[in-house]
């Protein structure tokens, strides 16, 4: 699968100092709208337009003239914030208006500032970093990180197509509603909120030294432009994609890391020997700079994009495998597996707090599948029972649709507050989600009956009535999924098979 360009974009840590002369930053939640990180916390921002490009900035740099004019037009579009040394020429009331007009296609931001004298100035913009999206996210963008204080006292004031519930907070505080579970995060907003913090609580905070801050937010490699590794998801939760031979969409398995000073290694899942080097890396620099041990691994099931590297890491770190019964009678006389977990089992790992991983046994998509539930942080690491990117194949004999709508269910009893799943981003509002997983099968299963009742009898003819929206290559796939369906009518007595492959409903 070809890696897309990551598109250029801009977005911008509007700052200030409030009546305690504490500094605080801007953020706001992304609206469950957004197909992209809904329900994330970020930073007013966005795509770099052609109309950029032909806006005068004073003092940018000339690679960055189009990014720093992107930055301030997008502050302007999302928070009616008007970062220019001009800003007091326009009243608020006028500032809203011209950003009404603008969203409504009726003015451009070009025309806007040209209309009232004014000029845009890169000096008021402190340079933040530049984070590239990973080859494997769903859409990737080359994303150039601002910090500004905000000219005079103009108030933030969201235009919620993308952006809702904007607030203002301190580094500390905002550090604090991650720790405590509160909000998610991106790996370069986590990053930015604990420099402005750090920044803040110095002495260089209580001078103004900007030049100071850039620093301590270039201070990581992947603020300088390297694709992020690893994503500190909750603390002591740690995804790190690794590149597999898995179905697309999705062209990365997320193996993931819990504990600090012990931990799990959960799905170590590549085959390829370069990225397996890449997490002997990251786990090396773990022993070496925490002191943290890797205790066991893991496995959710048994598929190949899942466990290809489990033979690699079992014999570069020395520890024990841990599956469910099933999983291991699947993968007898490929890969050891020492120790079987079980349906309620809990996986105690030390630390302040520690952490705690109930086991959930969760079959449908394989026989042998397993959840985890981390207590402590409420997160909940499903595999391929849930995913965020691509949607689960059900795939007989070992798929069972059945079973997979049972142990949704199941997993709909965990008060979870992110899923993470075995590929793609993690997922906020789990309740939402499992909710859309079983109402999105129930529907396709309702439109198997409409097809069987119209004559229909094989898969192929249900698949081109059920799938006539799908592209033919995919169809193999799609005629997997409604013989799980059927086999579930089946079960159910709702169905049943006929000679010759046939099916009718009873």
């Known amino acids: ?34 197909p992209f990180m809904s329900g994330y916390h970020a930073f007013p921002g966005g795509r770099m337009d052609e109309e950029d490009l032909e806006i005068q900035v004073e003092n940018a740099l000339e690679n960055q003239s189009g990014l720093c004019a992107c930055v301030i037009r997008e502050a302007f579009e999302e928070a ?60 990737r963008f080359d994303t150039y990180f601002y910090v500004a204080e905000i000219p005079g006292d103009q108030e933030p004031e969201l235009w919620t197509d993308e952006l809702e519930q904007g607030t203002w907070t301190t580094g500390q505080a905002a550090v604090k509603s991650w720790e405590a579970i509160d909000v998610i995060l991106a790996p370069p907003t986590l990053h930015v909120i604990r420099g402005v913090r750090d920044w803040a609580g110095s002495d260089a905070g209580n001078n103004r030294n900007w030049e100071k801050l850039t620093a ?3 201070d990581a490699p992947s603020a300088n432009g390297k694709p992020v590794e690893s994503i500190e998801i909750r603390s002591g939760v740690v995804g790190f994609p690794v590149k597999t031979p898995t179905l697309p969409p999705a062209t990365h398995t997320n193996c993931y890391l819990v504990g600090e000073q012990e931990l799990v290694v959960i799905d170590p899942a590549s085959p390829y020997e370069e990225e397996q080097l890449r997490l002997d890396e990251h786990l090396d620099w773990l022993q070496r700079n925490r002191g943290v041990r890797v205790r066991e691994i893991l496995l959710t099931h048994h598929h190949p994009d899942h466990v290809a590297g489990v033979a690699h890491a079992q014999k570069k770190w020395g520890v024990p495998v841990a599956a469910h019964p099933e999983t291991a009678r699947l993968l007898a006389g490929k890969i050891t597996v020492d120790r079987h977990v079980l349906d309620g089992d809990v996986i105690e790992l030390p630390g302040d707090p520690g952490w705690r991983l109930h086991c959930i ?58 899923i993470l799943g075995g590929h793609g981003q993690a997922l906020t509002h789990p309740q939402k989600h499992i909710a859309a997983y079983i109402k999105h099968r129930l529907e396709r299963e309702a439109n198997i009956i409409k097809a069987l009742e119209t004559g229909a009898r094989t898969v192929p003819e249900i698949v081109k009535i059920v799938y006539a929206d799908t592209p033919p290559a995919a169809h193999p796939l799609a005629e997997r999924s409604v013989l799980a369906h059927l086999e579930k009518l089946g079960a159910e007595n709702r169905a049943q098979q006929l000679p010759g492959n046939e099916w009718q409903l009873v």
Not at 2 to 25: G, I
Not at 97 to 118: D, V
Not at 390 to 417: C, H, Q, T, W
Request: net charge positive; with cysteine.
């Open 1 to 34: 699968m070809t890696v897309a360009t990551p598109k250029e974009a801009a977005c911008v840590v509007l700052m200030r100092q409030n009546h305690q002369h504490e500094w605080e930053f801007f953020w706001a939640r992304r609206s469950d709208k957004m």
């Open 80 to 139: 009616a914030v008007l970062l220019s040394p001009d800003a007091g020429k326009v009243p608020a009331a006028e500032r809203l208006a011209a950003r009404a007009a603008m969203m409504r296609r009726e003015l451009t931001f070009a025309e806007f500032i040209q209309r009232h004298g004014i000029r845009l100035d890169a000096n008021l913009l402190v340079p933040g970093g530049r984070w590239v999206t990973p080859p494997y996210a769903a859409r």
């Open 361 to 418: 046994f969760t079959p449908g998509h394989a026989p042998g599948h397993l959840c985890f539930y981390e207590e402590g942080t409420r997160a909940l690491i499903t595999g391929d029972m849930i995913v965020g990117l691509g949607s689960v194949l059900i795939n007989p004999p070992e798929g069972n649709m059945r079973e997979y709508l049972d142990s949704l269910r199941k997993l709909a009893g965990f008060e979870s507050v992110a």
């Open 216 to 218: 301590i937010l270039l």
